[in-house]
Nanobody, 129 residues
Framework: VQLVESGGGLVQAGGSLKLSCATT????????IGWFRQAPGKDREFVAA????????LYGDSVKGRFTISRDNAENTVYLQMNSLKPDDTAAYYC???????????????????????WGQGTQVTVSS
């Protein structure tokens, strides 16, 4: 599945941004979708994942309670609402798709980038202090 991220930008600490991950492909609901981020000089980090129908979600420890992942399969879009942003959240954010028969996400699979089949090009988020 081809994925396109949008919604990144520059925001002050404490502010909010909402990222989108969209596709035109009708098979979108066959995919669990994950968000990862990568800051300069650092490894790619798991941020959040959502199951095929949106009923199951998973978050990285550094974003729990601040970020919310959701999806609208009618719009072929996954969202990442980011609140209470910190300078440490500055990174390129990528969404990724994992073709799966399961309608849940777990830390056995969806937190690992190697489990994903498709990746978007990324969108930059910069949080100023």
């Amino acid at each position: 599945v081809q994925l396109v991220e949008s919604g990144g930008g520059l925001v002050q600490a404490g502010g909010s941004l909402k990222l989108s991950c969209a596709t035109t492909e009708r098979t979108f609901s066959n995919y669990a979708i994950g968000w990862f981020r990568q800051a300069p000089g650092k490894d790619r980090e798991f941020v959040a994942a959502v199951s095929r129908t949106g009923g199951s979600t998973l978050y990285g420890d550094s974003v729990k309670g601040r970020f919310t992942i959701s999806r609208d399969n009618a719009e072929n879009t996954v969202y990442l609402q980011m609140n209470s942003l910190k300078p440490d959240d500055t990174a390129a954010y990528y969404c990724a798709g994992r073709n799966t028969n399961h309608d849940y996400v777990t830390n056995l699979y969806e937190i690992y980038e190697s489990q994903y089949d498709s990746w978007g090009q990324g969108t930059q988020v910069t949080v100023s202090s």
